[in-house]
């Protein structure tokens, strides 16, 4: 990147989009990482795909990833949960 300094936000938007998802954030950091990508697709597998793809050239590694919800869909999910505990049983109760 010293040889040929570029921006890689164009090339990264290519990316994420090529798999059907689309750039929200794309920003280069400081410490413990090298850059920070916002994202969204209709299905994660997409944009893990994508890393996967990027990950295979070489330029990339020790990629960690997060997922992020709204409000609302995070209370949908706490309703499932919410159901879904009735049927659990912990272990040593009758």
Do not use: C, H, Q
């Amino acid at each position: 990147m010293l040889a040929a300094p570029e921006d890689r936000e164009a090339a990264v938007r290519k990316l994420i989009e090529a798999v059907g998802g689309k750039v929200i954030s794309f920003y280069v950091t400081t410490g413990e990482t090298d850059f920070l990508l916002i994202s969204e697709a209709n299905e994660a597998e997409a944009i893990i795909a994508s890393l996967m793809a990027a990950a295979a050239a070489g330029t990339i590694s020790n990629v960690s990833t997060g997922r992020a919800w709204t409000g609302a869909e995070f209370k949908a999910i706490m309703e499932r949960a919410s159901k879904a505990s009735k049927a659990y049983r912990p272990p040593g109760k009758r």
